[in-house]
């Protein structure tokens, strides 16, 4: 009885093992319909590599700026300044960031810079609160405070 109870747990792992996909097959599918115009699902692929994979900001935050040139190539405006502002106050994302991403166009850059300026300092107040290792951070980004 306690084999036939091990077999099927092990059993159990191996499925959920073979079908649990990762941070970058996520992002390889999501990048292939995108190149299809195939947005929809390519934002849908993005999501599913962000919730994959939280820890790897750098990355995320362009999977941010890849989900919003998908909804900007939609013609939904308002919904890329949505994930743009997302992209700061979850991951980080920095004016820097956002004026030298090579995945969003410069029009939208600039106007979304615009619309986003008034809040910026409040989104990314709410980005350092929640991080749990405010010296790490500043480290990182090679921040001094006076």
Known sequence: MRKIQI???????SINYSYSKDFKEYLKEANEYKLESRYSKAIR??????????????DVKKVYFEIADCFLKQG???????????SIYNYGATVEDIASSEILEEGFKKTALREIEPNYNKYRKKYIARLDNIDEYLEKESIVLR
Do not use: E, G
């Not at 077999?7 to 792992?13: D, G, Q």
């Not at 692929?45 to 750098?58: E, H």
């Open 7 to 13: 077999l099927m747990i092990l059993f159990i792992v």
């Open 45 to 58: 692929f993005y999501t599913k590599a962000i919730k994959n994979d939280k820890n790897n900001q750098l």
């Open 76 to 86: 939904k405006y308002r919904m890329a300044i949505r994930v743009m502002r997302s």
